[in-house]
């Protein structure tokens, strides 16, 4: 029975997890203790919850895992300095005190966080290192339902490797294609991503909601899409690219791209994040969306024809593409698409886990007929004892209820008339995704929400657009969904039936005359290109939120809720009672739910002192 803890830090999403027996007992990520988003340090309270969870000390684990191979990566920066020298001194200058300093020493250092943690003998500890493709690779075959599938990894580059195309049967993966650094489809949308004014490695969700706005049939996204695919990376037949680099500056530079370059070919400056956003930005981010779809339709086309698979399970950064992901889902190039609903550099701590255990051990593969992510449920809960004491601390007013039917029929009440509700519940989710236990849900048949919940509850962009909750059994009678979706990994388009007719020059008007124009009849989950980003929410996997969503169809005749991630902009999702109310407190929310807990903001002492609750990050 062997047990593993598996690690990601030091770049960004620093994460771990525990398996013991193939079974993920837990999962997290460091950003949800620190409050610190994309946090890069040592997982020390992650690791701490895991051992906690797992009952164990360090000594009793059979081995530690770290999610990528730092002496690969370092090979890699020192072959590309040397390939492009004497360009990048600078940065060259810049960047090898860090990596002698902080990134070579990996494993001094996670011993040395280790023992942060508590003591353990130096002699029993078995440290591994998984190669970065593998850990997204088992993060996502282990997980997934299947017995074999293809497996397809992007992301912007983990030691070589920037994706690659493997095979995985019963509990063995084999890596059989990849694609090298500095050819990279996660770090061509990154270069626009910057572009286009949002930050790195968390503003890709942005572009990526930009993209709709943009017009499909205006001569300039036309334009854009060919000056890409002719000038900056040529697309072959496999899926397989390569990058201009003479347009980059990510190999040896300090920025993502050489701007005066980018002007010339694309006719527009850099945008920077305070900006306003024009027709040209919302076509270029469309432009490279397309792209984007096309490279992954012709990857995932590649390992179609190398694996011979019915199956294919996606993992890494581009695989939270969710458009993409739902056009591989359309085209039926695989009867089944699984993705890792923690793709990113925190999937990789369990994928490591995962790999190891399976591959490392031969231990045997616990396949669920589901999944092995339980939901994503993998973080801290708390008691109702614990809730109550934070209540008595900060002097919180609640109304404790005993029968839970009785506050889910009130919430969904609220929800029906137009409050907005922070929903915590039960286990953390691990992943980038709130999936109804770290929750803001409000009512989607509001034409008004989507702003409200932008602009005074999350502070965020007004252009973002809402994802939909809808329960598991009802998905099909209002989106095109070709299977469930229960991570909000596939965008699918809205049903005729509950769509409103838009004017002939609905492409051509701005951002705010696209959000204010009519479209549908659940306005605030309905992007304006009528695709939605959909969560089908299981009876068997959360009981709790598939009865509020059936709360709310019995007064309305329709199970379907906004449900947004439990922060402001720029904040980590909640992890802790007090996370919540902090939020709850600094936010317009009306109402917070914690267990069967319900606070009304006017109930709160200094509700109105917006001073007190003040809430400061980082902007994304």
Known sequence: MAKVLGISAFYHDSAAALIIDGEIIVAVQEERFTRVKHTEVFPLASIAFCLKEGNLTIDELDAVVFYDKPFLKFERILETYYTFSPKGLVSFLKAMPVWINQKIFIKKKIIDGLKEIG???????????????????????????????????????????TASIGVGIKNAISLKKELHFPHSLGLLYSAFTYYLGFKVNSGEYKLMGLAPYGNPKDEQTLAFI?????????????????????????????????????????????????????????????????VTEEIVLKMAAEAKRITGSENICLAGGVALNCVANGKLVESQLFKHVFIQPASGDAGGALGAALAIHSMYFEEERIISEYDAMKGTYLGPSYTDLEVAQMNTAIGAIAVEYSLENEMQKMISEALVKGKVIGWFQGSMEFGPRA??????????????????????????????????????????????LKEK?????????????????????????????????????????????????????????????????????????????????????????????????????????????????VYKKTDQPDWDDNQKWQLDFQKD
């Not at 002007?263 to 432009?287: M, S, T, V, Y």
């Open 485 to 597: 979706s229960p991570y909000m990994l596939v965008t699918s388009q809205l049903k005729e039936a509950y769509r409103m007719s838009i004017p002939k020059n609905y492409h051509n008007l701005s951002i705010k005359e696209k959000l204010a124009n009519p479209r549908s009849l659940f306005q605030s989950i309905t992007h304006v290109d009528f695709s939605a980003r959909v969560q089908t929410v299981s009876r068997k996997t959360n009981p709790k939120f598939w009865n509020l969503l059936n709360e709310v169809k019995k007064i309305t005749g329709h199970g379907v809720l906004i449900n947004t991630s439990f922060n402001v902009r720029g904040e980590p999702i909640v992890c802790s009672p007090l996370d919540a109310y902090k939020c709850f407190m600094n936010t317009e929310l009306d109402l917070l739910v914690i267990n069967n807990f």
């Open 119 to 161: 003591e353990f003998d130096r002699k029993k500890l078995k440290l591994l290192f998984s190669e970065h493709h593998l850990s997204h690779a088992s993060s996502a075959f282990f997980t997934s339902p299947f017995k074999e599938a293809a497996i397809l990894t992007i992301d912007g580059v983990g030691e070589w490797a």
């Open 226 to 290: 060919t000056k890409i695919k002719a000038t900056l990376v040529d697309i072959k037949s496999d899926g397989s690219v390569w990058l201009n680099q003479s347009y980059f500056n990510y190999a040896t530079g300090l920025r993502m791209i050489k701007h005066k370059k980018w002007l010339d070919l694309f006719g527009l400056p850099p945008r920077k994040e305070k900006e306003d956003i024009h027709a040209a930005h919302c076509n270029l981010a469309l432009a490279i969306q397309k």
């Open 435 to 480: 999936l109804g236990n770290r929750s803001i849900l409000a009512n989607a048949m509001s034409a008004e929400m989507q702003q409200k919940v932008n602009m005074k509850v999350k502070k965020r962009e007004g252009f973002r657009p809402f994802a939909p909750a809808v329960m598991e059994e009802d998905a099909g009678q209002y989106f095109d």
